[in-house]
């Protein structure tokens, strides 16, 4: 059964930093890229960065260019989210999704992932 717990969410104040976690179980972590999404209410869910298996590639959503950094640790089964600079529309459920490398490239695509965690909520405030 495959299981993605996220941790890490939670208030800050605009500027500020947080750090989620995304820890994987019940797959073989190595043989999948992980991405981050988010959502917001009443908002469709966004991607907003994916780390290919191995760390060989990575994609930002043009709102995470510059602040957030996504990485990896294959001997942990967990993926992170460095997120800095906060703002007030980074307030969001952010989510962890799993898809096997041997599948098509997902991108940043959320209909192409098979795995999701519950969630983790990101609050921004001024």
């Known amino acids: 059964q495959v299981q993605l717990v996220e941790s890490g969410g939670g208030s800050v104040k605009a500027g500020g930093s947080l750090r989620l976690s995304c820890e994987a179980s019940?797959?073989?972590?190595?043989?999948?890229?992980m991405a981050w999404f988010r959502q917001a209410p009443e908002k469709e869910r966004e991607g907003v960065a994916i780390i290919k298996y191995g760390s060989r590639d990575i994609e930002y959503a043009d709102s995470a260019k510059g602040r957030f950094t996504i990485s990896r640790d294959d001997a942990k089964n967990t993926v992170y989210l460095q997120m800095n600079s906060l703002k007030d529309d980074d307030t969001a459920m952010y989510f962890c999704a799993a898809n096997v490398r041997f599948s098509r490239w997902p991108g940043l695509d959320p209909r192409l992932f098979g795995y999701w965690g519950q969630g983790t909520q990101v609050t921004v405030s001024s």
């Open positions: 019940g797959l073989r972590f190595r043989d999948y890229h």
